[in-house]
């Protein structure tokens, strides 16, 4: 089964500054048969405020502090079918966190991502619906004096994406529904986005976020976990906020290199929030794709017909088989002709020789004209005789 490689079309990366970690490998689908993808990607944020409320803008954190985060994601989509798919990828993450007092730093490999999407109606618009689990490596340490890099707690998620190809342009949105552990409150994903091409080129840029449905476990005792998280994150309601909701922007550049590589470009910036981090992120990925099935063909079956005048014959073997010698079974010419059979035995041989056999006597022919000429000739006398 040969490798070769096709040019992977873009997809939007995956890996978006979102409140949730739960979110697709890529958002607009695309399904193409033994097609496996690999991806390493990055991404940076940056913050300085928090969104307290909707509506009431960001507030700066106290005396400068910051907050910044780098994740590292190696990723992988394989289609099976042009139908449906399976996904997964791993984070590893590194936080710091400054405020007047200290600098605190956190580098884990934080979660594992693992789901799988199918077309469920391709036809006015295509729909794709999504399912899947995180599963954190690390947990919030209540007591720790580092610097958090992750929610730490599982996520189930699964949405559903419409989505239509115009050629020149694709759009899409998406909406979902995101259960996470630990009584952390659900959260519903949704967004929206624009793809446009341009020879080996793609731009787009999407509108993304997440709202909170349901309460936090310690959303009666909410200060508790701010006065923890300025401690650690320098104020920062990036992670293990109660209640997040925030509104988010992304936009992107994607280079069709050749065949097999593709890499992207994207930024954004939050817009607004609630419980949620203010700030703006910057990524890339570059990406491998091969096709499990070029150059493997199969050649059509074309039934023999067959006909009296030329019928269908199999085709001789040209060999024999190994099993035997053919030595073994020839008789040669030579000692055929010098082979004779022994009668010196005592017993009188000519009891033996054929008799000769009696020939039957054919039946007599008879000419039917002679005969009609005799009875014409035997009925003129007659009539010559009155």
């Excluded at 000519?350 to 000769?356: D, G, H, I, V």
């Excluded at 009696?358 to 007659?382: A, M, R, Y």
Aim: charge should be negative; include cysteine.
């Amino acid at each position: 089964m040969a490798n070769n490689l096709q040019c992977l079309s873009a997809f939007l990366v995956g890996l978006m500054m979102t409140a949730s970690t739960a979110v697709a490998f890529d958002n607009y689908k695309e399904f193409r048969r033994d097609r496996w993808d690999f991806e390493l990607g990055t991404n940076f944020f940056y913050s300085e405020a928090n969104y307290d409320n909707f509506g009431d803008g960001s507030t700066n954190l106290t005396s400068g502090n910051h907050y910044q985060l780098l994740d590292m994601n190696l990723s992988t989509r394989y289609m099976p079918t042009r139908s449906w798919s399976l996904f997964a990828s791993g984070t590893m993450s590194s936080a710091e966190s400054k405020n007047s007092v200290a600098t605190r730093t956190n580098t884990t490999f934080t979660n594992i991502v693992a789901g799988f999407d199918f077309v469920i109606y391709d036809g006015l618009i295509q729909l794709v619906p999504e399912f899947g689990a995180l599963i954190p490596m690390t947990e919030v340490a209540k007591s720790g004096d580092d610097a958090l890099n992750s929610e730490g707690v599982y996520e189930f998620w699964g949405r559903l994406t419409a989505q239509k190809d115009y050629g020149t342009a694709r759009i899409y949105g998406w909406i979902g529904y995101d259960y996470r552990g630990d009584g952390r409150s659900s959260l519903m994903p949704w967004g929206g986005g624009l793809q446009l091409k341009a020879n080996s080129l793609r731009f787009g840029g999407e509108v993304l976020g997440s709202q909170s449905i349901s309460d936090d476990k310690d959303t009666g005792t909410k200060y508790i976990r701010n006065a923890y998280l300025q401690n650690v994150n320098a104020g920062s309601y990036k992670f293990y906020s109660v209640n997040p909701s925030s509104i988010d922007t992304l936009f992107y550049a994607t280079w069709m290199i050749d065949p097999k590589w593709s890499v992207q470009l994207n930024g954004g910036a939050t817009v607004a929030g609630e419980n949620a981090a203010a700030g703006y992120h910057a990524g890339a990925f570059i990406r491998y794709s091969f096709d499990l099935s070029e150059g493997y063909t199969e050649e059509h079956y074309a039934p023999t017909t067959y006909t009296p005048s030329s019928p269908s014959v199999a085709p001789a073997p040209t060999g024999r088989s190994n099993m035997y010698d053919r030595s073994d079974t020839t008789i040669s010419t030579p000692s055929t002709r010098k082979f004779r059979e022994d009668t010196n035995d005592g017993v009188d041989q000519k009891q033996f020789k054929a008799r000769p056999t009696k020939k039957k006597k054919q039946p007599k022919q008879i000419n039917i004209q002679e005969e009609l000429d005799k009875t014409e000739f035997e009925v003129e006398l007659k009539r010559g005789g009155r």
